[in-house]
């Protein structure tokens, strides 16, 4: 069976919002082994709202209502689908008392509008809503023309999750044959998206059976996606399983990530895992490498803090780079790099300390410094490696792959 | 004259990719009077996209295609698109021969596939593509059946763009009856979605000629965007600028930005204005004040630097906050946050110093200290203000209201 997921919404069809629902939805249809063939996107409008109902019955076998179940002139999905389906509202004065007891506990009086959230499509059953007033709806249909499903879902993301997981994924389950899924996810560090591509066709191609995605991340990060479908359980994961480490084989320690983790994530694993700290310099990356490894909760167990040091005179001053350094190789350079990796770790009394300089650009740059030129350094008391890269893209990618590089040699380093 | 607009491509129906072109579209598509009025997702199968070529045809005066331009099997607008028009494709040999020119100047030789894109629905205007193979297409329909536009455009969003501003918006333009439509964008700060719609309904409601749209932007700012269409220019630019008036004055200097710019790039503006230099000292936000500031090119010229103090050793090795201070007072404080603002300004010899320091969640907090405390410090080296507030939502959330309370602040003591 296939679906289609229709969002409803006037304010989805302007240019500043968009519906991210169908992502998750998507999500969790494909792990039932069902595919969406089409979304649709349709304002509050009666005749439009009818329009797509009606296209997507006619061309789909499980449709997905989300949004349109609010209390006002404007909600429209319960009316709608009723009216494509051929079959009556009625009012389930159950969920009429559930509301009015809900506005009671807020010390509110129902508006009697509301009263219109307790319509339910004839035959439909009645989705309970635990974060929200909008009852869901699912109808099952199987008769001499056919099955079909038809799902009506709140909007608001935590509404519609909830209610999904709650509600709603057992009785698909019910509906649909039985299907034996399973999935897997890879990420890689620092290798270009097609690069990593020319080298997986060769491996992933040999697995007809398992439905290979290739996606690039952050900059400096591609993600594989396996999915196999078998008879057993047992095949299945064990498809997923043999592609993996095929693909772990090829990749070998550029492979930073098998279970969904961020880089940062890792890279606060293994420090903690070693019981050591970190301090970074930043340069070019304006404070985004410290960023990224603090958005991790925990991360004060193992990140100490460090520098911004966009003047030259706070390389120096925060981190004890030479004057005499910076004049004669310039603060774009390894030796800047690594005096700042150095200095922060002393600084700091880290046990790892990151430096990174380099040009984001738009403007900055000269014939020997172009844009996209970064040194990151990594220093641990004993030796500082230095890595030159030279990235493409504008400001905001150079400057995310720059973080991404010395997120990457703080893992090697601890690996 | 409404429009549909249809994306094409197997992977914008997974979990993991999305449609953002409509985005664009739809507000280039405004800005010409057209109300965007259905948005469909389809992906590479050829009865799929038949499907909804002939859905949207039957439903949406202008129907714009995006993707499925290229040269491969996989490759079916062009084809859907003419067999729902009831034409034929015919190979325009002037775009095979350019093709071939195009791979003949990268020194390949071209595939023989790619001749199917220079195949032309007859009757269609080509739409040459600067910026890369694909070739897009415009057709007019006009008789006695009705009127209707039909573009097919290519995927990538670089292409997609360029095509529609070098080729599609003239043409578009001469179809389209005369409109006459003003635009003006406000925003403001640190004031909630509600609390902002609430003070702003009784303004806007009285200019009902003029569409009022008000969207959370990042944590802390509330956007107003305002759209008249009227009989002459004059009238719709008056009407916008009269309601953009009216909300100026009832937020006051809560308003930030009348033009679309960022709240780092206005607070840019104001330092470069008062040639003045900040240096920032973050605990709880890690680095995200100062990643903000230098997101913008150019902001070397007015911002120095600073510290991420994330353990408390460094608010006093690095921006000299007395260890005593932190003793008696904890880290997430007033006094903390104003040492931090003072000494990170002296230790960077900056006009002014920002200091923030909180609990960003999800662990961390004390009953009297609960997640979302969050103080925010700015020295000028005569006085210091202290703001405490108390933010919800998310560790991201509560850590981006914070930098957006931050420069806020500097934005204010700089107007």
């Known amino acids: 069976m296939n679906a289609e997921i229709i969002a409803i919404g006037s304010e989805l069809l302007t240019p500043y919002r968009q519906d991210t629902n169908s992502l998750y939805l998507t999500d969790k249809l494909n792990q039932l082994g069902v595919e969406v063939h089409f979304k649709t996107i349709v304002g509050d409008r009666r005749t439009d709202l009818v329009s797509a109902a009606h296209t997507a019955l006619s061309r789909a076998d499980i449709v997905l209502f989300m949004g349109g179940l609010g209390p006002t002139e404007d909600d429209l999905t319960r009316e709608c689908v009723a009216e494509v389906l051929g079959r009556k509202l009625v009012r389930d004065q159950q969920i009429v008392e559930w509301l009015r007891a809900r506005f009671a506990e807020r010390g509110w009086k129902m508006p009697e509008n509301n009263e ?62 039985a299907r034996n899924i399973a999935v897997r996810e890879l990420k890689i560090a620092m290798i270009g998206e097609s690069a990593a591509d020319k080298r997986a066709a060769a491996i992933y191609s040999q697995y007809k059976d398992v439905e290979t995605t290739i996606l690039a991340g952050t900059p400096g990060e591609v993600q594989f996606h396996l999915r196999a479908q078998a008879d057993t359980p047992e095949t299945a994961q064990n498809r997923v399983d043999e592609l993996a480490a095929a693909l772990e084989d090829e990749f070998d320690d550029a492979v930073f990530s098998t279970r969904g983790e961020s880089m940062e994530k890792i890279v606060g694993y293994y420090l903690e895992m070693k019981a050591a700290t ?71 009394k880290a046990t790892l300390g990151v430096g990174i300089t380099g040009i984001a650009g738009p403007g900055g740059a000269t014939p020997e410094k ?4 970064v040194y990151t350094a990594l220093a641990d008391g004993t030796k500082t490696e230095v890595a030159e890269r030279k990235f493409f893209g504008d400001r905001d990618r150079i400057r995310q792959w720059a973080t991404q590089q010395a997120l990457d040699m703080v893992r090697r380093k601890l690996m």
């Open 116 to 177: 219109r959230q307790g319509d339910v499509i004839a035959g439909a059953e009645v989705l309970t809503n635990k974060r929200g007033s909008a009852p869901g709806q699912f109808v099952h249909i199987k008769d001499e023309g056919g099955e079909a499903v038809i799902v009506l879902l709140p909007g608001p993301p935590g509404e519609l999750m909830g209610m999904y997981e709650d509600q709603c994924v057992e009785r698909l389950r019910k509906v649909l044959p």
């Open 370 to 373: 172009p844009v996209g030129l």
């Open 278 to 348: 970190l301090a970074v310099a930043e340069s070019c990356t304006g404070g985004m490498l410290a960023e990224r490894i603090t958005s991790v909760p925990g991360s004060s167990r193992y990140f100490l803090g460090g520098a911004v040091v966009y003047d030259n005179t706070l390389k120096t001053g925060l981190a004890d780079v030479p004057p005499l350094m910076i004049a004669e190789h310039g603060a774009v350079s390894g030796q800047v790099a690594s005096a700042l990796a150095e200095g922060i770790r002393a600084r700091c």
